[in-house]
Nanobody, 124 residues
Framework: QVQLVESGGGSVESGGSLRLSCVAY????????MGWFRQAPGKEREGVAA???????SYADSVKGRFTISQDNAKNRLYLQMNSLKPEDTAMYYC??????????????????WGQGTQVTVSS
């Protein structure tokens, strides 16, 4: 089992920045990839960014050039640096992890382990 705990959410004005963190506990050696997802009220959960243990990354088109995913394997931590935030980035952000091989890194169904989420609110 893997437990994930997110932090770093908050409220910022449009154009601002936030850094989200996620710490993994438990059988972390089995994790092959981790990702950040978000869900706004009334919308489906969508993949934002993902990273493999090899440090290969994948981003949603909507955040390319603004968000950066990174990891510290020694500390079992995942990060999401979010710059140039827009009101449409407002959502609950979730950290996710899985151990299986997959080519669909930004699909929620490809992840078994989820955190409780951290809220990001961007005002115009």
């Amino acid at each position: 089992q893997v437990q994930l705990v997110e932090s770093g959410g908050g409220s910022v004005e449009s154009g601002g920045s936030l850094r989200l963190s996620c710490v993994a506990y438990g059988y972390t050696y089995s994790i092959g990839r981790m990702g950040w997802f978000r869900q706004a009220p009334g919308k489906e959960r969508e993949g934002v960014a993902a990273i493999a243990k090899s440090s290969s990354t994948s981003y949603a088109d909507s955040v390319k050039g603004r968000f950066t995913i990174s990891q510290d394997n020694a500390k079992n931590r995942l990060y999401l640096q979010m710059n140039s935030l827009k009101p449409e980035d407002t959502a609950m952000y979730y950290c996710a992890a899985d151990y299986r091989l997959s080519r669909q890194w930004l699909l929620a169904g490809e992840y078994n382990y989820w955190g409780q989420g951290t809220q990001v609110t961007v005002s115009s």
